[in-house]
Structures are given as structure tokens and as C-alpha cells.
């Protein structure tokens, strides 16, 4: 009994423009907690406390805290198959873009090429007084006053992440648009669509014609407006997704 549906194979294996939304539950198989499922990442802690500018100014450790320990994860997680099944479509298709929530790089250590990173990167870190990007040792020990400090002009070190409240990066929400417009297959991956800009553009490629499927081990709060919900872990379907459709495109 497949996981997904034979007209999900027919539309990926004709065609040549697809994207990908993905989410926290991409790399829920590498062992980085979610934000929403139980036990997640902000179940302890609430996403108005720590990711907004207002709550790092006022709470520069806790914050500064919670991105160091995320970045500690990170050294010890590898990319599950559902990101090493992503980087292998990648080749398959004329176009094919990976648009991501997720801040971990777990697709490009994958080896997928041409992504967009909506809410930024918690491997890159600058300054907020200078803005330079800070640098190993300025994130090694926290300076007297327990928070991470520029050495160039002693101000707070931030994760270049995209906090609530916040711009998305320059041009990443018009590149993403562009990406779900003219896709012809969309999938949303692990993400319960929850946040926008982002949870949008599934939407985006729905409405300009895509066939659009969500890839979740729940139906997420967009599912309804979707062409399929594919109900299993992403490390499951998307390997079985790949060899379908690289299968029936050699028949
Ligand atoms: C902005 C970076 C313009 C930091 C993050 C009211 C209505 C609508 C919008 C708003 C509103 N009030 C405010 C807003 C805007 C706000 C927003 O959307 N709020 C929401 C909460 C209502 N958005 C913003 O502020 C954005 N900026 O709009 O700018 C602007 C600017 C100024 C003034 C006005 C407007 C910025 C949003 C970016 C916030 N930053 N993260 C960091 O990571 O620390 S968001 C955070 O949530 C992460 O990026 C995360 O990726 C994202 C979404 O979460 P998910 O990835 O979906 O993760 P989640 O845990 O929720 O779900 C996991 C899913 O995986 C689940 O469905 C689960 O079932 C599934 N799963 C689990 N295991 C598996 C699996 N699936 C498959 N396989 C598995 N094995
Ligand atoms: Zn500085």
C-alpha cells in the first residue's frame, strides 16, 4: 500500500519545475526537536520570550542561551534521508528549489544546491551594534556580564535568524513567490503552516496551478487547501517518493 498517490508520481515524473517548502519536522529525523510538537523546542519556553528583538534586548543570556545550546545540537546531528532523498531530486528536474523555514543547514550539508534560507541561518552570527559577523572565539565564553560580546565594539552578538516581527531575508519571499508560481509540482514538508510569510506560498503554487501535496505525520493547518496529505515521517516517503518517480520515468 504506497504512502502517496499515483497521480503525485504521474505530476513529478512529467514535470520540470518543482519546489519545496520545508519545515522543523525535515530535521526531526536528524534529532533536532521541533518547535510545536510536544516536547519541542518552545513547549518549555514560548516563542514571544525568545525569538523577537524585543526579548533579546531585554534578555540577551537567556536567548543567547538558547541559540548556543541549539548550535551544540547541530554538532552532533547528520542529515536524515529525508534531506539526502531532497538533494537527489534536485537533478531530476529542469528547476527545482528548495525553499526552507529551517535555520540547521542540514540541507546543504545534504547536498542540496539551490535553497533558500526564509528565517536565516543559526551557524551565522553578527553584532547589533557593528553588525560585523562575529566570529568563533567572540561566541567561545561570554564576557563578564554573561553575555557573548563583539571584541570589536563590545555589543551583543545575535544568531542572524529571522525573529518574529522581523523582515525576511532581502529577496527571499520574492524568490520563493517566483519558485511557487511557476512550479508545476509543490511540496510542503514537514511544517505545520503555522507562520508566514512562509505557510503562504504553498498556497501561492496551489492557486497559480501547481499540484500540491503536504508531506507530514500530521494533516497541518493548511492541508485542507492541498491537493494530497501524504501522512508519514519524511525520512519514510520521501526515499520511496524518489525511487517511484525515477522508476516511472524509466518505464
Ligand atoms: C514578518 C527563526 C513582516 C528563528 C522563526 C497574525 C496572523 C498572521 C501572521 C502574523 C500574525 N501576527 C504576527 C504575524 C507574523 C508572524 C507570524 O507568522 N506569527 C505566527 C506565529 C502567527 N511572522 C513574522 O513575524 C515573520 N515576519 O511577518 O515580517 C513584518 C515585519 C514587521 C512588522 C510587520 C510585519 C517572521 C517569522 C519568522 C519567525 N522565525 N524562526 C529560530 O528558528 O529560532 S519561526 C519558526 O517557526 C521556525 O523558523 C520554524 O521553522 C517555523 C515554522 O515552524 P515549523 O517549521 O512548521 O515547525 P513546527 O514545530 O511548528 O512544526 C513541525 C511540523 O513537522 C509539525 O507539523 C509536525 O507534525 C511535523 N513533523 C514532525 N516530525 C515529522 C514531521 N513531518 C514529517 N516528518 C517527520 N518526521
Ligand atoms: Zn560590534
Known sequence: MSLFSPQLVFHLAK??????????????????ATFRDAGGLWEKLKPEELANFEAFMSNPEIVQMWYAHRREVLNDVVPNPAHIALAGFEDLFDEFTVITQ??????????SRNIIELHGNILRNYCVACRQPAVDHELDRPAPDGVYRCAKCSGLIRPDVVWFGEMLPEGAIERADSAARTAEVFLSVGTSAV??????????????????????????AIGDDLDEVILGPA???LPQL???????RAQ
Open 15 to 32: 514535470a520540470r519545475r518543482v519546489a519545496v517548502l520545508t519545515g522543523a519536522g525535515m530535521s526531526a529525523e536528524s534529532g533536532v
Open 102 to 111: 529551517n535555520v540547521d543547514g542540514l540541507h546543504r550539508r545534504a547536498g
Open 195 to 220: 507562520v508566514y510569510p512562509a505557510a503562504s506560498i504553498p498556497i501561492t503554487a496551489r492557486i497559480t496551478g501547481a499540484y500540491v501535496a503536504e508531506i507530514n505525520v500530521e494533516k497541518s
Open 235 to 237: 525520512g519514510v516517503v
Open 242 to 248: 524518489l525511487e517511484a518517480v525515477v522508476t516511472r
